[in-house]
């Protein structure tokens, strides 16, 4: 298949130009320095790439994978300042 194919909507990131095709994104990736670089959330967008470029996978998964790189470091949603406190109820009789 074609490293020249565009993703169906481009990778944000900071302070750079975004992601258009799966060659920036390896290039990218292949930038990376080398303790970032062997972290196992950016060998598998590597391999997600690798299976899109290789086999014409969808690049929504090359897409996914580098996302889920990208995002492994920050911390999540509070789902605990999320959650409504139960109704207290009265019982008449």
């Known amino acids: 298949m074609s490293w020249a194919r565009s993703f169906d ?8 130009k975004p992601l ?3 060659l920036q994104a390896g290039e990218y990736i292949a ?8 972290a196992p ?3 598998a967008a590597m391999e997600a790439l690798l ?14 994978g580098i996302m ?4 492994s470091g920050k911390p ?8 409504k ?3 207290k109820y009265r019982v008449i009789q």
């Open 31 to 38: 930038a990376l320095p080398k303790k970032e670089h062997a």
């Open 41 to 43: 959330e950016w060998r």
């Open 85 to 87: 406190s139960a109704k």
């Open 51 to 64: 299976l899109v470029v290789e086999r014409g996978g969808p690049t929504m998964f090359a897409r996914i």
């Open 76 to 83: 999540g949603p509070d789902l605990q300042s999320r959650r």
């Open 20 to 22: 258009r095709t799966l």
């Open 68 to 71: 889920r790189a990208l995002n």
């Open 9 to 16: 909507d481009p990778i944000p990131l900071p302070g750079r």
